[in-house]
């Protein structure tokens, strides 16, 4: 299957501060990709879709300016934190859809941030 | 009402014995549907994707659909160990790109 690559798979930040997290199509070309945020035993939310050479969209309740994402080319997308908080500590997920074949959305490995 | 609804569980069954998992979904126009496992810890991984009525087969694992009453779930068969995890139901609309999640059921595989 498609291969998405996360990185880093884990980071812990001093509040106050920002933290890059990349998002990589391995083997394809992802034009969109989405970005989640899961905390500890609840399911996946939303945060935004990036999408390649324009700006991203962001689900309501998002902040744009605190999650900024960057999708400069057809394999990269990133999501900087900014002004990291402890509530921020989460686990985030990037995924991208295969064109074709119904779409299939793969996952990144996922990113675990703590903010202390 | 939740667009993709799912039994939080926890749902246990015995070692070799048949997990059944359902997802009901509340958008008409969903045509794409989907089933991840989700490890503690992990990020998802997606198991079986199906797109028409009735059933699909993949080894132990089959997806059935059924658009008229908005359902969807996942039967494992010979249920394993391994197979304990969070299985999240996802739909998406025609065109769309983005998936829709349901809260995940939670399986337990008792040895």
């Known amino acids: 299957g498609a291969v998405v690559s996360q990185h880093p798979s884990w980071v812990i930040c001093k509040s106050g501060t920002s933290v890059k997290i990349e998002c990589r199509s391995l083997d394809f070309q992802a034009t969109t990709m989405f970005w989640y945020r899961q905390f500890p035993k609840q399911s996946l939310m939303l945060m935004a879709t990036?999408?390649?050479?324009?700006?991203?969209?962001?689900e309501q309740g998002v902040e744009k300016d605190k999650f900024l994402i960057n999708h400069a080319s057809l394999t990269l997308s990133t999501l900087t934190v900014t002004s990291a908080h402890p509530e921020d500590s989460s686990f985030y997920i990037c995924?991208?859809?295969?064109?074709?074949?119904?779409?299939?959305?793969?996952f990144g490995e996922g990113s675990w941030l703590t903010v202390v | 009402q939740k667009e993709v609804e799912q039994n939080s569980g926890p749902l246990s069954v015995p070692e070799g014995a048949i997990a059944s998992l359902n997802c009901t979904y509340s958008?008409?126009?969903?045509?794409?549907f989907f089933w991840y496992r989700q490890y503690s810890g992990k990020s998802p991984e997606l198991i079986m994707s199906i797109y028409s009525n009735g059933d699909k087969e993949d080894g132990r694992f089959t997806a059935q659909l059924n658009k008229a009453s908005q359902y969807v779930s996942l039967l494992i068969r010979d249920s394993q160990p391994s197979d304990s995890a969070t299985y999240l139901c996802?739909?998406?609309?025609?065109?769309?790109?983005?998936?829709?999640f349901g809260s995940g059921t939670q399986l337990t595989v008792l040895p």
């Open positions: 990036s999408n390649e050479g324009s700006k991203a969209t962001y």
């Open positions: 995924s991208a859809a295969v064109q074709g074949a119904g779409n299939t959305i793969y």
């Open positions: 958008d008409r126009g969903s045509q794409s």
């Open positions: 996802a739909v998406k609309r025609g065109s769309a790109r983005q998936l829709t």
